[in-house]
């Protein structure tokens, strides 16, 4: 007997992957063993013939197949155990040919019959019934007797009565049950398998371009990591080279101003000064640029020693005070006497808070203010990994909390973020009413974070910028960690 069905794809073809995978189909791959195991056990349950399911390479996929009594006397026998074992291997040997089943006689009468498997046109397993008793057997066979002379003749006679008798019309039409079944379990088992197959190739497929555009990204990241180091380097070299020459002319604008070379007419006077002035401005470009190279490039190390906030911005408002009063703004420090142990490079966190308070008092027009604030802060770390979840062990997040707040027009939210990157200002145009170049800023973060603190923007009221600065103690576990970046890779050789 032959159970086929036609592709799943149907006959045009449609899904040319199927061909591909008929190829490789096994028995195996198609059923759920459980599901056919229970397909077994109700056949057995229902004829009381057992049911043995074979893969094409002679595997048991599953089956239900208890001893018959007459099988179990015979195996008591030795040789009728050697006899039976022959004839189950024969069995599990046997062949259906091209044109359907067999049936494999045993020397106790009874018979088997394998059925073969058949899908999408290929053979791929048989199904074995047996052994059942043909209707025609009354007495002892004497195949039987002849293996077994030594067998007890009534007690062969007795068991082999309570063998289920089938016709063999009725085994031909259970194993039509049985391979109906089947090839529907297979069949959906062979559309679950598509299915997946094809998910795994797309997946694949997926993961291959993913990968090629990884290495795509991964060549675009290295050419600019490598144009970043050629930039900073070129920042490096270029601004190393500018401040010597203009040393000089801030030194000589100097001392022709203050006379050193005679004395000058007011006019003459007017233009040396502007002529120092400007040196000065574009020193401190200069400067600013050095500084943000060697940021990037990881070139710049911090001094940091145990120091305290407090000398730090008292010198901060000596430098600032001059300035705020030609601006015509009013600065006030408000400083917490309460001491609290930084580990920091005084001389880089003066140049922190010079740039914030600069930028205040850039931004605050005449009659304004600029107020410094600073206070020592204590919660418990809320972070898990520093506190390792024992709340009131935790240690204690000890900060300056250092704030700048001026009156000037403030910074609008969406540009809170932004004002921190390089060369970025509120207003780009070049009609803007302040100078500089976008770089204070940049520098401050990099610096506050290189100490393991952070810097963030609020609003003030009713308007004006406050720059919060949280710089942690030195016993803080935050202190210890510096996020200036690595240094950059030395050049690549590659041309
Ligand atoms: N206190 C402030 N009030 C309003 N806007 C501010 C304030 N501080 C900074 N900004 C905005 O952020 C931008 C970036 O500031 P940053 O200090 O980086 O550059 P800059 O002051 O323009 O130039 P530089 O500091 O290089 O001389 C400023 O151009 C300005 O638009
Ligand atoms: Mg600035």
Redesign the pocket.
């Known amino acids: 007997m032959t159970v086929t069905r036609s592709s799943p794809g149907g006959p045009s073809g449609a899904l040319p992957e199927v061909v591909e995978l008929d190829a490789h189909l096994r028995l195996e791959d198609l059923v759920d063993r459980n599901a056919l195991g229970e397909l077994c056990r109700s056949v057995y349950v229902l004829f009381g013939i057992p049911v043995r399911v074979y893969s094409a390479a002679g595997g048991l996929v599953a089956g239900e197949a208890p001893e018959h009594e007459v099988c179990a006397y015979v195996n008591t026998l030795a040789s009728g155990r050697r006899a039976c074992g022959s004839t189950v291997d024969a069995v599990k040997a046997k062949e259906p040919g091209e044109a359907g089943d067999v049936v494999h006689p045993c020397f106790t009468g009874q018979q088997y019959r394998v059925f073969p498997i058949d899908y999408e046109g290929r053979r791929i397993g048989r199904v074995i019934l047996g052994p059942y008793a043909p209707p025609a057997i009354e007495e002892v066979p004497a195949s039987l007797t002849a293996t077994l002379p030594e067998a007890d003749r009534p007690k062969v006679k007795l068991t082999l009565a309570k063998v289920p008798r089938a016709k063999p019309e009725s085994i031909t039409r259970i194993a039509t049950h049985l391979l109906a079944t089947l090839d529907l379990v297979m069949f959906s088992g062979h559309k679950a398998l598509v299915t997946s197959t094809m998910h795994v190739a797309s997946v694949k497929e997926s993961y291959r371009e993913l990968s090629e555009k990884n290495a795509k990204l991964q060549g675009a990241y290295d050419r600019l990591r490598e144009l970043d180091r050629l930039k900073s380097n070129f920042l490096a070299t270029v601004s190393h080279e500018l401040k010597t020459p203009l040393t000089s002319i801030i030194g000589y604008s100097e001392m022709l101003a203050e006379g050193l070379t005679g004395e000058l007419t007011a006019e003459q006077k007017e233009f040396v000064t502007t002529i120092h002035d400007k040196g000065h401005q574009l020193l401190e470009l200069i400067t ?1 640029l050095l500084d943000l190279s060697k940021l990037e490039s990881g070139t710049m190390t911090l001094r940091r020693r145990l120091t305290e906030i407090h000398p730090v911005l008292l010198d901060v408002e000596s430098t600032v005070k001059p300035v705020a009063m030609k601006r015509g703004v009013k600065v006030a420090f408000d400083l917490e006497q309460r001491s609290c142990e930084l580990l920091g490079d005084p001389e880089r966190l003066r140049q922190v808070f010079i ?1 914030l308070v600069d ?2 008092m ?2 605050t027009p005449r009659g304004g203010t600029v107020t410094v604030e600073s206070r020592v802060v204590e919660d418990a770390l809320d972070n898990e990994e520093d506190s390792a979840g024992f709340a009131l062990l935790a240690p204690m997040d000890r900060a300056v909390v250092v704030r700048v707040i ?1 009156t ?4 609008p939210e969406a540009e809170r973020a932004k ?1 921190f990157d390089a060369f ?4 780009s145009s070049s009609t803007r009413e ?1 100078g ?7 520098i401050v973060r990099r610096l506050v974070e290189g100490h393991g603190g952070s810097v963030s923007i609020e609003a003030n009221s009713p308007k004006g ?1 406050v720059f919060v600065v949280r710089l942690p103690s030195s016993n803080n576990p935050r202190a210890q960690r510096s996020s200036l970046p690595p240094p950059l890779p030395p050049p690549s050789t590659e041309p």
């Open positions: 600013g740039n930028n205040a850039k931004f001026d000037g027009p403030g910074i004002v970025y200002q509120v207003d302040h500089g170049t976008g770089l204070g800023l940049s910028a």
